[in-house]
């Protein structure tokens, strides 16, 4: 889990394009993939615990905020909750990305940014909608693959280990 973290830490600090309002990257991926391969706590704490840590090695323009943290966790325990466990398709997927896209990202963010920023919803929705289209077919496509090829190696090699370490 400690590696997703980091990698959600180095993809979004430096693998990302922040403007004001909105962020593009590659940050969901490792968040996805510890939801997928260990579950929904364990992807939203992923999620959570690697905002909590980004935000305090590496602050992006705005001061921590409890509420942000909130949403990486319930996006991780979604991601988890949807995909760990079950068979790989673009529809399950989609339906996931678009569930976070909708209630997360474009809702439950916006409001934690109207908040921190002191603007209106409707001010800040619009650049987050042109974001999130343009991130919506990249966030599917790279699940997908990453999810194929490596959730098997990761399933195979490092459960596996872990599972007989356990014992």
Do not use: C
């Given at each position: 889990m400690g590696l997703f973290v980091a990698l959600e830490i180095v993809f979004t600090r430096f693998l990302s394009y922040q403007g004001a309002n909105v962020r593009i990257g590659l940050g969901f991926l490792p968040v996805a993939l510890a939801a997928i391969t260990f579950g929904p706590i364990y992807g939203g704490l992923t999620g959570a615990l690697a905002d909590v840590i980004r935000m305090a090695l590496f602050p992006m323009g705005t001061a921590y905020f409890p509420g942000l943290t909130i949403s990486a966790f319930l996006s991780g325990a979604i991601y988890g909750i949807l995909l760990h466990n079950k068979p790989k398709s673009y529809l399950r997927i989609t339906?996931?990305?678009?569930?976070?896209?909708?209630?997360?990202?474009?809702?439950?963010?916006?409001?934690?940014?109207?908040?921190?920023?002191?603007?209106?919803?409707?001010?800040?929705?619009?650049?987050?909608?042109?974001?999130n289209t343009i991130m919506f077919p990249i966030r599917i496509i790279m699940i997908y693959l990453s999810w194929k090829y490596l959730g098997d190696f990761i399933e195979s090699n490092i459960l596996k280990k872990t599972v007989s370490a356990t014992k």
């Amino acid at each position: 889990m400690g590696l997703f973290v980091a990698l959600e830490i180095v993809f979004t600090r430096f693998l990302s394009y922040q403007g004001a309002n909105v962020r593009i990257g590659l940050g969901f991926l490792p968040v996805a993939l510890a939801a997928i391969t260990f579950g929904p706590i364990y992807g939203g704490l992923t999620g959570a615990l690697a905002d909590v840590i980004r935000m305090a090695l590496f602050p992006m323009g705005t001061a921590y905020f409890p509420g942000l943290t909130i949403s990486a966790f319930l996006s991780g325990a979604i991601y988890g909750i949807l995909l760990h466990n079950k068979p790989k398709s673009y529809l399950r997927i989609t339906i996931t990305v678009l569930i976070i896209t909708l209630f997360i990202d474009l809702g439950l963010n916006t409001f934690w940014l109207t908040i921190l920023l002191k603007k209106t919803f409707f001010v800040l929705v619009i650049d987050r909608i042109i974001s999130n289209t343009i991130m919506f077919p990249i966030r599917i496509i790279m699940i997908y693959l990453s999810w194929k090829y490596l959730g098997d190696f990761i399933e195979s090699n490092i459960l596996k280990k872990t599972v007989s370490a356990t014992k």
